[in-house]
């Protein structure tokens, strides 16, 4: 079991919004601004997407933005794209020099 | 562009040793930033194994730490990783990744991965 819980799948049609979440507790999603969010397709390796709840590296979308509400994360995809099909996974700072992830979510574009 | 390259045994005994080596071009290790194993079983969700720094400073998930060894190589620009007493519960997708700003709770840069099944 997976120490951060997400939906396992969620669902959209191309030009829509989708947000996934990312529930945790006060010890780590809660206590840290440092939740992360990925990408991965099928066999391959995750793409880095958010950093420090909110932050996009280099070259991703703008369409891709994440937010925080007490013990729980999310990532906003916003204009679907059939690209943007595949698995998100949320990660957190979980103090005590620990990190801990999300079990994922399949993001299935209609 | 930095790359990240896993190798090692694709299959390892029960109660031995899993080794791997991430092969990193583009940057080099010495030059900062953290440098970490992530593991993914199959079917299954992302587990941080843990975390080395250029400077040696090293973080292992509590679960796995009586049990891990990670190092850096800086003549050879390669990361490694030992598990030991393995079982069929460590049979999983190994990938290695670069840390992204000064802390090791973000990757940035991944490899391809390794897949390690632990079987007699």
């Known amino acids: 079991q997976s120490a951060l819980t997400q939906p396992p799948s969620a669902s959209g049609s191309p030009g829509q919004s989708v947000t996934i979440s990312c529930t945790g507790t006060s010890s780590d999603v809660g206590g840290y601004n440092y939740v992360s969010w990925y990408q991965q397709h099928p066999g391959k390796a995750p793409k880095f997407m958010i950093y420090e709840v909110t932050k996009r590296p280099s070259g991703v979308p703008d369409r891709f933005s994440g937010s925080k509400s007490g013990n729980t994360a999310s990532l906003t995809v916003s204009g679907l794209q059939p690209e943007d099909e595949g698995y998100y996974y949320c990660s957190s700072y979980a103090g005590s020099n620990n990190v801990v992830f999300g079990g994922g979510t399949k993001l299935t574009v209609l | ?120």
């Open chain 2, 1 to 120: 562009q930095v790359q990240l390259q896993e190798s090692g045994p694709g299959l390892v005994k029960p109660s031995e040793t899993l080794s791997l080596t991430c092969s990193v071009s583009g940057y080099y290790i010495s030059s900062g930033y953290y440098w970490g194993w992530i593991r993914q079983p199959p079917g299954k969700g992302l587990e941080w194994i843990g975390s080395m720094s250029h400077t040696k400073s090293t973080f292992y998930n509590p679960s796995l730490k009586s049990r891990v060894a990670i190092s850096i190589d800086t003549s050879k620009n390669q990361l490694s990783l030992k598990l030991s007493s393995v079982t069929a519960a460590d049979t999983a997708t190994y990938f290695c990744a670069k840390g992204h700003t000064a802390n090791y709770y973000n990757f940035e840069y991944w490899g391809q991965g390794a897949l390690v099944t632990v079987s007699s």
